[in-house]
């Protein structure tokens, strides 16, 4: 059986519209513009508002990338959601997603890596389409991470929300499309980003609400030094799957975890911290959104145009990290607006 | 001053962005040179590449001195080259 070639054919990203700027928090928190931008590099961040949920994010993008590959929903295979704040613990986000989308015709389900999300859900979902399984298959990286974090807590200044989506078909193949994958994990290392309850090991109940184990935890030393070398390792470890090297990349599409992050990483890459696609300062880590936002902002700001070579690399929870190597292959038709001129 | 001091003090020059002459022995990270957390994991981990050697989390937030920092990083170097 031929493996088949598959690109992405559409990309599309929604994010809430309501804005929560540093001057904001300023306000509200004893804590400065200048600290949270010298730390994070985050000067604003979209927040969802009391009624909103992740699939209220994800459904827009959604429709925007099926427009963007000219396909109707009831043509829709299979839909993977990378999220780790579905609107609800069951069912999965992909379900509510499907249903709202009238994607009638597909299976849906949702992968849980974290801030690796996107890119592990983009692996599975290209295995699908180059196996032959399936010719269209929609890729979503949604969160809500607002729900989730505690305000009044600094290392929570860097989040905000969003949904960033892909269409994947096959394409010619010298074309090359999505190239190669490296995805990693280490639990034994779980516990320095965790959610403490909420699962079957600590339902909720009153006790885990007094006991404030409903709010992440978050080692930042142990956090930025697994982020340097998660992107360090998954960007040589996938290239080393190809016959590409660092110096063949036009643009590194990073999973925006902190502006900090970047200059090292490039130091030790030995190239310039311009390869990296930042946009961390508008909508700060959106988690498993981040990529596909920044895939999106990348290609309608022009940084990324068809035909050119990109690495993805995102690591979170889990532990787990993961890089992708691809060659670009779609542009924009006109009316399709940038997220946030 | 010993070689490990001048390669050392380079990184901090470069990840702080000042001279060199204003890193000596006695500066602390903190305090004196304004480093925040994440200024310390990435010397440490520039460290870490730069002589090949491994610092833990507790290690590295028990040095406050550049001369601590360069004194842990030459034991280090020595139990090395002992031990091979």
């Known amino acids: 059986m031929k493996l088949r070639t598959v690109g992405i054919t559409g990309i599309g990203a929604h994010v809430p519209e309501q804005i929560l700027s540093n001057a904001d928090l300023e306000q509200r928190h004893h804590v400065s513009d200048q600290w949270i931008r010298r730390r994070t590099g985050v000067v604003e961040r979209r927040i969802c508002t009391r009624e909103q949920a992740t699939s209220d994010l994800a459904v827009p993008a959604a429709r925007q990338a099926l427009a963007a590959a000219g396909l109707r929903p009831e043509e829709v295979q299979f839909i993977i959601t990378a999220t780790m704040t579905p609107d609800h613990l069951w069912p999965s986000a992909g379900s509510t997603i499907q249903g709202r989308l009238g994607a009638v015709n597909a299976g849906a389900c949702d992968l849980n890596a974290a801030c690796s999300g996107f890119v592990y859900a983009l692996a599975v979902g290209t295995q699908l389409v180059r196996s032959g399984l399936y010719d269209n298959v929609l890729v979503i990286g949604a969160d809500v991470i607002s729900k989730f974090v505690d305000w009044t807590d600094p290392k929570t200044y860097l989040f905000g929300d969003g949904a960033g989506a892909v269409v994947l078909q096959p394409i010619a193949d010298r074309e090359e499309g999505l190239i190669d994958f490296m995805l990693g994990s280490d639990g034994s290392r779980g516990d320095i980003l965790q959610l403490p309850a909420g699962g079957s090991r600590r339902p909720s109940s009153h006790e885990t609400l007094d006991q404030g184990l409903h709010r992440p935890v978050m080692d930042g030393y142990d956090t930025f030094e697994f982020a340097a070398t998660a992107v360090m390792d998954s960007i040589e470890k996938v290239l080393a799957r190809t016959s590409y090297s660092i110096e063949d990349v036009d643009l590194i599409v990073p999973h925006q975890a902190n502006q900090r992050l970047f200059r090292p990483v490039a130091k030790w890459l030995g190239i310039s911290v311009d390869k990296f696609f930042v946009n961390i300062e508008r909508y700060g880590n959106t988690v498993a959104a981040s990529v596909p936002i920044g895939l999106y902002e990348a290609v309608h700001r022009k940084r990324l145009k068809k035909g050119d070579l990109v690495v993805l690399t995102a690591f979170g929870a889990g532990l787990t990290w993961a890089g992708a190597v691809l060659r670009w292959t779609y542009s924009p038709n006109d009316g399709h607006e940038i997220l946030h001129p | ?84």
């Open chain 2, 1 to 84: 001053m010993s070689d490990v001091f001048v390669r050392f003090r380079q990184m901090v020059a470069a990840v702080r962005g000042i001279d060199e002459d204003r890193i000596t022995p006695e500066s602390r990270l903190v305090e004196d040179l304004e480093a925040d957390s994440i200024d310390i994991v990435e010397l440490m981990l520039d460290a870490e590449r730069e002589f090949g050697i491994n610092i833990e989390k507790q290690e590295a937030q028990s040095l406050r001195t550049v001369g601590e920092i360069v004194s842990f990083i030459e034991a280090r170097l020595a139990e090395q080259s002992t031990s091979s």
